[in-house]
């Protein structure tokens, strides 16, 4: 929504977008936190709206994923945020890539990573 070009060129050619639901409660706690709060649940409905938009639960197989994770990054030394976790185990789930600013996640083996320019987000 920020109108990065890059950004906006990605995700119009998407085909499928996959949203975890971690990723949902992330925004909702930034709209509560911010002072354009009805207009931004607006903007995410209309989003979620799209036919090519899927929210992506988590469910017991994401939750077993996000366990293999936390001990594959325990045992390479490499933590990420908890939250970052449950968004890779669900991409996992679901066997897509990750699109992010935070380079973190190329910590992650089991997903790729479309790894965005951090300077422009």
Same mark, same amino acid.
């Not at 996959?18 to 409905?45: M, Q, T």
């Not at 990054?73 to 897509?96: E, F, Q, S, V």
């Given at each position: 929504?920020?109108?990065?070009?890059?950004?906006?060129?990605?995700?119009?050619?998407?085909?499928?977008?996959?949203?975890?639901?971690?990723?949902?409660?992330?925004?909702?706690?930034?709209?509560?936190?911010? !002072?354009?709060?009805?207009?931004?649940?607006?903007?995410?409905?209309?989003?979620?709206?799209?036919?090519?938009?899927?929210?992506?639960?988590?469910?017991?197989?994401?939750?077993?994923?996000?366990?293999?994770?936390?001990?594959?990054?325990?045992?390479?030394?490499?933590?990420?945020?908890?939250?970052?976790?449950?968004?890779?185990?669900?991409?996992?789930?679901?066997?897509?890539?990750?699109?992010?600013?935070? !380079?973190?996640?190329?910590?992650?083996?089991?997903?790729?990573?479309?790894?965005?320019?951090?300077?422009?987000?």
């Amino acid at each position: 929504m920020r109108g990065d070009p890059g950004v906006v060129e990605l995700v119009d050619g998407a085909e499928w977008i996959g949203l975890p639901a971690v990723v949902l409660g992330e925004l909702h706690s930034g709209f509560r936190a911010g !002072s354009h709060r009805r207009r931004n649940e607006k903007e995410l409905a209309r989003f979620l709206g799209h036919p090519a938009v899927e929210e992506l639960p988590v469910d017991h197989d994401v939750a077993r994923i996000y366990a293999e994770i936390v001990d594959a990054l325990r045992a390479k030394g490499t933590p990420i945020p908890t939250n970052d976790i449950w968004i890779a185990a669900t991409a996992a789930r679901a066997g897509a890539a990750v699109v992010a600013f935070d !380079s973190h996640f190329s910590a992650v083996d089991r997903i790729g990573v479309v790894l965005l320019d951090p300077a422009r987000g």
